[in-house]
């Protein structure tokens, strides 16, 4: 008999791998949701180096496989740190939903590689896992991404319509819903990766999130006007970017200051273009995401588009959101609900993509 309600743990890597975040949640797999809690478990050194270089260069195959064996095993000790936070929860855990760790996104050839190796990952915890989201997304005509905004949807449930969430995160989505609780959702331009690695490359620094770098620049207007002629920005939704989408944006030879500026004002005007482009103007939007406390990039935000809400305010915490989706969608996973939609996507028909470890009934 199916029991709705379950706890399950939801793990991913950050973008720049410095660390793992996990976060431990209870729910129906529909909008009763309870997050429990979360760890952000930094990865070693080496293995953050590893990651980086992964995801921006070609490696041998056999330092990839053991890169994605000391991913695995960091996944493990995150969940151990969850267990020893939450140890009467962890022991109903039903599920781990885990989003590898994208070495290479190309979902208009049909790729999206992630490392992170569930089969070993389940041996190590003693838990079902469910995996490859993307993947079978991907297989049936889909993008990939954004997967958030199914998880978007559930919360967003008793918001007056429409409604508007916003992921500022690596890549930034968004989640509109109609009062006739019609989806429309995509990624709709680059986020805080591009940031990151500006700031790194040029000022010497792990990244901008207090806006330590960009507040002190010059946003180059005519560097944004260019960026923003992409026509990646003028697809409809759903849509989710490669690394071409982007090539117009280019601040080479400005200032480190300058050129975060410049990235933070056609990260917001990227989002402008795409709120401006929804059918009805939302009665409230929600931003969460680790640009949810980006001072420059709110304040390009708040000027573009209007008054916008941290997720904080109704007690949940951007920090750990995307790591709850995963766990939720692990649940939906092992419920046989969907977790990727025509409308989210653009996959054919709404689907329950993903593998899992275990194998059927579930119970």
Avoid at 118 to 136: A, C, N, Q, Y
Avoid at 323 to 349: K, S
């Amino acid at each position: 008999m199916d029991q709705p309600h379950r706890y399950a743990i939801g793990m991913l890597t950050t973008v720049t791998g410095d660390a793992v975040e996990a976060a431990l949640i209870h729910s129906d797999g529909r909008d009763d949701i309870r997050p429990i809690g979360g760890v952000n478990l930094p990865c070693p050194q080496t293995l953050q180096w590893g990651l980086l270089e992964a995801t921006q260069n070609d490696l041998p195959i056999t330092e990839l496989a053991r890169l994605e064996k000391e991913l695995t095993h960091h996944f493990a000790r995150a969940a151990g740190a969850l267990r020893r936070r939450h140890p009467k929860e962890f022991e109903q855990v039903a599920a781990v939903g885990i989003d590898g760790h994208t070495v290479r996104r190309m979902p208009e050839e049909g790729i999206w590689l992630q490392i992170g190796n569930p089969w070993l990952l389940s041996e190590l915890i003693g838990l079902p896992v469910v995996s490859d989201f993307r993947r079978h997304d991907i297989a049936i005509g889909g993008q990939g991404a954004p997967l958030e905004s199914m998880y978007h949807w559930a919360l967003m449930s008793e918001e007056p319509r429409p409604a508007l969430m916003l992921n500022l995160g690596a890549v930034c989505s968004l989640t509109w819903l109609s009062p006739a609780n019609e989806i429309i959702a995509g990624d709709v331009g680059p986020g805080l990766e591009l940031l990151d690695e500006w700031v790194q490359e040029v000022a010497e620094a792990t990244d901008d999130d207090e806006g330590q770098v960009s507040l002190r620049g010059v946003v180059h207007e005519r560097a944004v006007e260019y960026a923003l002629a992409s026509p990646f920005f003028k697809r409809p939704l759903p849509r989710s970017p490669t690394r071409s989408d982007f090539e117009r944006i280019d601040v080479s030879g400005l200032e480190p200051e300058d050129g975060a500026a410049t990235i933070c004002a056609i990260i917001a005007e990227a989002i402008s273009l795409a709120v401006r482009q929804l059918p009805e103007v939302p009665e409230s939007t929600w931003v969460t995401g680790r640009g949810s406390r980006h001072p420059l990039l709110l304040k390009r935000l708040r000027a573009a588009i209007g008054e916008l809400r941290n997720v904080g305010e109704r007690g949940l915490n951007p920090d750990t959101l995307e790591a709850e989706c995963f766990g939720w969608l692990a649940i939906r996973y092992q419920r046989g609900l969907p977790v990727t939609t025509p409308e989210t996507t653009g996959c054919r028909v709404a689907n329950c993509a993903g593998v899992s470890t275990a194998r059927g009934p579930w119970s």
